[in-house]
């Protein structure tokens, strides 16, 4: 078995060149800060993000998704995020016994999830 020498590692720390910093990250304090502006993308992101923490990886179709957010928008405008946030944290991920995922979204399930949730907003 062979030791490691941790004083030698410290001189292969990589360093920043060229007198780069840091990105300054800016803490989000207010949660409706994070949702102010909705786009498809925001929206895409959370939903799917949420439907893998709840239910884990699943198959992805980039083109399909940018559909069907991009129409939830269009139909929802300000309400989108809203209903989406409602859908995984009030229902915790699921709807009539079965996990959202992204068809869920889609305007044929509008009348079975986004205006049902809708009304109750």
Same mark, same amino acid.
């Given at each position: 078995?062979?030791? *490691? ?11 920043? *060149? ?19 502006? *909705?786009? #498809? *993308? ?33 139909? #929802? ?17 699921? #709807? ?26």
């Amino acid at each position: 078995m062979e030791l *490691v020498d941790y004083d030698l590692l410290d001189d292969c720390v990589p360093t920043l *060149v060229g007198g780069l910093s840091k990105p300054e990250i800016r803490p989000i304090t207010n949660n409706e800060e994070m949702f102010s502006t *909705v786009d #498809w *993308v925001r929206l895409r992101n959370y939903v799917v993000d949420q439907i893998v923490a709840t239910t884990g990886p699943f198959p992805r179709n980039p083109q399909v998704e940018s559909g069907i957010f991009k129409g939830f928008i269009a139909r #929802w405008g300000d309400k989108a995020m809203v209903i989406a946030r409602h859908a995984f944290e009030v229902y915790g991920g699921y #709807w009539n016994n079965a996990p959202i995922r992204v068809n869920r979204f889609a305007k044929n399930n509008d009348p079975y999830f986004a205006e049902v949730i809708a009304a109750k907003l």
